[in-house]
């Protein structure tokens, strides 16, 4: 059974940065796309940022392209979103997911497991 677990949200001010990071439990996890997406109140979720099994190709919403950056490190079975100049609107609950296969994937229909969320709000 895959577990998928997020940490490093939390309240920060307009301007400011947070790394969010979620550890994987599989066995395959160098083996899959993994991805962000969030959620805000009344919102769908929606795609924020995605990366490949090796790491090589990355893809972000516009709406953070520039400011945010996804990562992984396959020997600690963990992807990373570094994001920086944070603003109001990034207020949300962020997810991390793991792909059905190992490329890039957009839509949440592409992936097989997902983590509980961390909080993420920024003040202005």
């Known amino acids: 059974q895959v577990q998928l677990v997020e940490s490093g949200g939390g309240l920060v001010q307009a301007g400011g940065s947070l790394r969010l990071s979620c550890a994987d439990s599989g066995r395959t996890f160098s083996g899959s796309g993994m991805g962000w997406f969030r959620q805000a109140p009344g919102k769908e979720r929606e795609f924020v940022a995605t990366?490949?099994?090796?790491?090589?190709?990355?893809y972000y919403a516009n709406s953070v392209k520039g400011r945010f950056t996804i990562s992984r490190d396959n020997a600690k079975n963990t992807v990373y979103l570094q994001m920086n100049s944070l603003k109001p609107e990034d207020t949300a609950v962020y997810y991390c997911?793991?792909?059905?296969?190992?490329?890039?994937?957009?839509?949440?229909?592409?992936?097989?497991?997902w983590g509980q969320g961390t909080q993420v709000t920024v003040s202005s």
């Open positions: 997911g793991r792909a059905r296969d190992r490329g890039s994937s957009w839509t949440t229909y592409e992936y097989a497991y």
């Open positions: 990366i490949n099994w090796s790491g090589v190709s990355t």
